[in-house]
């Protein structure tokens, strides 16, 4: 069972960056895919960003195009989200996953959380 635990997240003003990371442990035979989801308050979860875990190909959200950026490293099996130029908007629990299953089979393993807060 992999485990999957977030952290860098905290209280950041407008325009300001934070990096989170998201680390893995635990015995898995195929990691196809990472992830970075969120969720605001009153809202449903939403995708943000995933990489292919051995292609390296890199997908985002319409709203986190040009200011975040994700990335992995595979030694360490984690995976990072650079956020640059952040917005009130920006603020909820981040989440990153993992998908073991293959391309268009969803993720199956799921982090804590960790929060971001964006002040105006």
């Known amino acids: 069972q992999v485990q999957l635990v977030e952290s860098g997240g905290g209280l950041v003003q407008a325009g300001g960056s934070l990096r989170l990371s998201c680390a893995s442990s635990?015995?898995?035979?195929?990691?196809?895919?990472m992830g970075w989801f969120r969720q605001a308050p009153g809202k449903e979860r939403e995708f943000v960003a995933a990489i292919g875990w051995t292609t390296g190909i890199t997908n985002y959200a319409d709203s986190v195009k040009g200011r975040f950026t994700i990335s992995r490293d595979n030694a360490k099996n984690t995976v990072y989200l650079q956020m640059n130029s952040l917005k009130p908007e920006d603020t909820a629990v981040y989440y990153c996953?993992?998908?073991?299953?293959?391309?268009?089979?969803?993720?199956?393993?799921w982090g804590q959380g960790t929060q971001v807060t964006v002040s105006s």
């Open positions: 635990g015995r898995t035979f195929r990691r196809y895919a």
């Open positions: 996953a993992l998908n073991t299953a293959g391309p268009g089979k969803g993720y199956d393993s």
